[in-house]
């Protein structure tokens, strides 16, 4: 992530989970070691107060990095503050072994 970034007045994503577009039922989560070798992957959950969107349910732009220990994520067009991750996708990650701090970084792709 950027050095010195504010994201105190970016939009806030709750219950967010990253997933690969186009989303399939049964597939729509992306596992971190993944995350380097799909284009587009993208994240999912419930925004509020995005400069250009009603607060509500979104899929963003294609993500760029993420750093959950930061709580920030930064999407093609926007950064945003990170809440909670949606509980099941927290499930699906622990039933792979994983859990949401493994997902640092930049996204290639």
Known sequence: ME???NVAMDPKLDRWAVVQPPAVKGQEYMAPE?????NGCRLTGYVTRHPSLPDGPITTSRLVAIDVKEKVAR????????ADPDPDFVAWLKS?????EDFVGEVQG
């Open 34 to 38: 993944l995350r380097v070798f799909l």
């Open 3 to 5: 050095e010195g970034v």
């Open 96 to 100: 792979q072994g994983k859990g949401v």
């Open 75 to 82: 999407t093609k067009n926007t950064t945003y503050r990170l």
